[in-house]
């Protein structure tokens, strides 16, 4: 089900991702900031349970391949209990920012295109631009070879 390029209603990979959003605590998750590093973006849910289990792997990546210039973010699609989100990292321990969706992300008229299934995995490369886009779990190779052409 999952993909590598974005489809039509996607992220464009025409212009870099231009987004910032609120954070359950702390600064606004501001995409264009982290430009320079190469760029995970994990769109999710506290609901799903592919997000809670890609959190595992998300750490073991960041772990492995920070010091190349890897950083991971999420989009909590559950931006109107923004309590429930912090239980969540909490609970799974998410050491990485996590932003909370606006309108515009949920609806689909944000940069990161429509979400058609949480998750959803966006890289993007040092300079913004999107270079992967996957829906649903995404194998752990998968990942590391996309993460790995980028950095």
Known sequence: MGSTLPGPAGPSTDVPIELALP???GPPL?????????LLI??????????QAQVPLF????????????????????????????????????????????PEVIEGRSPLGVIPEIPRTLILD???????????????ALLAKEIEALL
């Not at 190349?68 to 609970?91: M, N």
């Open 23 to 25: 954070t359950i605590t």
């Open 30 to 38: 501001d995409v264009a900031a982290l430009r320079g590093q190469v």
């Open 42 to 51: 994990d769109v999710m849910a506290t609901w799903s349970l592919d997000s």
């Open 59 to 102: 750490s073991k990546l960041l772990a492995a391949y920070r010091e190349r210039g890897l950083r991971v973010v999420s989009v909590a699609f559950d931006s109107q209990t923004p309590q429930l989100v912090r239980t969540w990292v909490d609970t799974l321990g998410v050491s990485w920012p996590v932003g909370l969706a606006s």
């Open 126 to 140: 040092r300079k913004g631009y999107v270079r992967f886009a996957h829906s649903g779990a995404v194998p752990a």
